[in-house]
């Protein structure tokens, strides 16, 4: 945030930026979702909703999962939240106690651990590498927690689990007490394979998801929480005590994001993802960065630069000093080889992504 906050200032000084840092879809929210949004204000829709969140709303989402995923979630089970970060929040609450130990990976995002520290708990920091897809395994475990955190894509690797490996933690997960943190709020963009859910199929997990990625709809704030069975009403009460509600805007606006307009809206969105994703592949590599996996979904490359650093976190700010290029250095994510990696986000245009490309050569050559 720190580069970014550099970034913006370079910006109002007059100097043009090469977005590459931003974890924020470049496209507006879908125009249907903007006609309920306006709806909902002309008819007056400005109160409270309960806590969990409007229940037509809920029930979108439960067919959303059935008609897209084939699961089946009772519409009881899905809490409303303002944004994913509010989702996580109310998960650890009612899962952590004193000193409980989560499991993270590392690297991940960032906000997952300082999320465990604010219920007091342990957060785990496991190092994930090449050799699992950066990926956190119950074989990298060195006991049992009390949750594990798991993305699928995940941030800031762009990796995904796949069908084995979620089926191997859920029966660790039911094996050994322990609950999946399921962070899904990158579902939807995925490439060259089809999205998947472990909602609806697991006891001892929490789905975590978001508004804000696929259905571009980042400034709206607004999340969803798939709860075990029996967590309802403890989650219910817990949220009437942090957030009471989340906005009632947002939430009339998001039950038009499941319409036909706006998934064709998205998928054709997608679709562009997956244009830049498979240019920048190209492009990072011929620069000589290493791809050691390349990513299925989110938008999101993490490169190994260590041909041209081994201070990525300097590299990247001296990057965006002299080539007007932001990107995210490793040490956002985590400690583990922090120092080598750096993440590249295809949020922008690809007429962006091919000047940002040619500037980073340029460095390269002065360098």
């Not at 191997?168 to 050994?176: D, G, I, P, S, V």
């Not at 009471?244 to 039950?255: C, D, G, H, W």
């Amino acid at each position: 945030m720190d580069l970014l906050a550099t970034a913006r200032s370079m910006e109002a000084q007059g100097q043009q930026i090469v977005h590459m840092e931003i974890g924020e879809p470049d496209f507006t929210t879908p125009e249907p979702v903007m006609r309920a949004a306006q709806a909902a204000l002309q008819e007056g829709k400005t109160h409270y909703t309960p806590a969990v969140g409007l229940s037509i709303l809920r029930e979108r989402i439960a067919e959303y999962y059935e008609i897209r995923f084939n699961a089946k979630v009772n519409p009881e089970q899905i809490i409303i939240t303002p944004g994913a970060s509010g989702a996580l929040l109310l998960a650890l609450g009612v899962l952590i106690n004193p000193g409980d130990k989560v499991a993270v990976s590392d690297p991940g995002y960032p906000c997952n651990r300082h999320f465990v520290r604010l219920f007091d708990g342990e957060p785990v920091g496991i190092p994930v590498d090449a050799s699992t897809r950066y990926q956190l395994t119950a074989e990298l475990l060195p006991e049992v927690p009390v949750a594990a955190m798991l993305a699928t894509p995940s941030n800031p690797t762009g990796t995904l689990l796949n069908p084995e490996e979620i089926t191997q933690w859920m029966k660790y997960a039911k094996n050994n007490s322990c609950y999946l943190l399921m962070d899904e709020i990158y579902q939807g963009l995925v490439y060259g394979r089809e999205s998947s859910t472990i909602a609806g199929r697991c006891d001892h997990a929490f789905v975590i998801n978001s508004f804000s990625k696929y259905f571009c709809m980042t400034g709206w704030r607004l999340g969803w929480l798939v709860v075990p069975p029996g967590y309802q009403r403890e989650v219910d009460k817990l949220a009437q005590n942090i957030f009471l509600a989340p906005s009632t805007l947002a939430q009339y606006a998001a039950v038009a994001a499941f319409d036909d307009e706006s998934i064709a809206i998205l998928e054709a969105q997608r679709q562009q993802f997956q244009q830049r994703r498979d240019f920048l592949i190209t492009a990072i590599k011929e620069l000589g960065f290493q791809l050691l996996v390349e990513p299925e979904g989110a938008f999101y490359l993490y490169a190994d630069c260590s041909r041209f650093t081994n201070d990525s976190f300097d590299f990247s700010h001296t990057l965006l000093q002299e080539a007007g290029v932001a990107i995210t250095p490793g040490k956002d994510f985590g400690s583990h080889d922090c120092h080598r990696y750096v993440r590249f986000a295809y949020t922008t245009a690809i007429e962006n992504l091919e000047r940002g490309v040619e500037k980073i050569r340029q460095f390269l050559v002065r360098a």
